[in-house]
């Protein structure tokens, strides 16, 4: 019972201190998101190239841990319709956070599922994304994922190309 009672007064202390060190609000109504969802399904239907007119010029935009300019990034998300069909982002939430330092992201959290052109393996794995404003643009994003089917798939592809 001590142990129980202990527990509970740590968690009223913890919580109560939470409330003095909010950062910030998040919604998930608002413009930057729904320019995210548009973002989203673009690369749903397979042409992600409308990202150009959201997109800075000069943004960084990482796959985990590799870096990307605007091109590359279209270019690789592009090359997963020819990879792959059926891709979509199950049970996706996406929510802006505008923080006290004047910081703005979108995160965009969903469940990727494709299934493989090539042999026929359907894949399913977690998904975060962050994409990162600067005013009216996004400045950078940052996908993480498990790679590996697509890097396994991609190269089964390049082989069909040679």
């Excluded at 690369?43 to 990202?51: E, K, P, Q």
């Amino acid at each position: 019972m001590k142990r129980i009672f202990l527990l509970f007064t740590v968690l009223v202390l913890v919580s109560c201190n939470l409330e003095e060190n909010i950062a910030g609000f998040f919604q998930d109504n608002d413009e930057k998101s729904e320019i995210v969802v548009k973002l989203a399904d673009s690369y749903l239907a397979g042409n992600f190239d409308i990202a150009r007119d959201y997109f800075t010029q000069d943004g960084k935009h990482y796959f985990n841990n590799l870096e990307f300019d605007v091109d590359g990034i279209i270019d690789g998300y592009n090359s997963h319709s020819l990879i792959f069909e059926d891709i979509k982002h199950n049970d996706r939430k996406v929510y802006t956070g505008t923080f006290t330092d004047g910081t703005v992201e979108t995160f965009h959290d969903f469940v990727w599922s494709a299934t493989s052109i090539i042999t026929g393996k359907e894949y399913y794995y977690p998904c975060h994304c962050r994409w990162v404003w600067d005013e009216d643009k996004i400045a950078s994003t940052t996908c993480y994922v498990d790679p590996t089917a697509i890097f396994e798939e991609a190269a089964i592809y390049a082989e069909t190309q040679n």
